[in-house]
């Protein structure tokens, strides 16, 4: 049997911030929130349900996602904050006021070894724009039969 390796990986920006609304930071960063809830209110799963506690922040997820115009890790993030320029004022708002911006990085492996430098350049960059960068990396688990 031969054994396939490999890895993929998902990138998305998420916002938290204790009184700005989904709706004012998706329309001041022009992005469309694949998950959110506002404070004040209790969160929804895919079918519209709420459930849990009532959230004490605001709470937006964007999916970032070029397709095949941009293809890597690295180059997708820098692709981001070239965007995310235009808004860097706002961002910055946000920061000061108790939010915060978290690039997150889902890593899947599977049968191999992988990995990626970021570079020293690409780390400032981030912190210009006060992103914390969070990786979960999840490998492939087998399972039994």
């Not at 115009?69 to 006021?97: N, R, W, Y």
Request: glycine share 6%; with cysteine; hydrophobic share 35%.
């Amino acid at each position: 049997m031969e054994e396939k390796f490999g890895s993929s990986y998902k990138l998305s920006f998420r916002v938290n911030h204790p009184c700005f609304t989904a709706g004012e930071i998706s329309r001041e960063l022009g992005l469309e929130p694949k998950n959110f809830w506002n404070a004040g209110e209790r969160a929804r799963n895919k079918n519209n349900e709420e459930f849990g506690p009532v959230k004490k922040a605001t709470y937006c997820c964007y999916d970032i996602d070029y397709g095949d115009e941009v293809v890597g890790i690295k180059d997708e993030i820098t692709e981001f904050l070239k965007q995310m320029e235009a808004h860097k004022h706002f961002l910055s708002q946000v920061s000061e006021t108790g939010g915060n911006l978290t690039l997150y990085l889902a890593w899947f492996v599977s049968n191999s070894l992988t990995g990626e430098i970021f570079t020293n350049s690409l780390i400032q960059r981030l912190s210009e724009f006060k992103f914390n960068l969070a990786v979960e990396i999840y490998p492939d688990i087998p399972t039994s039969t």
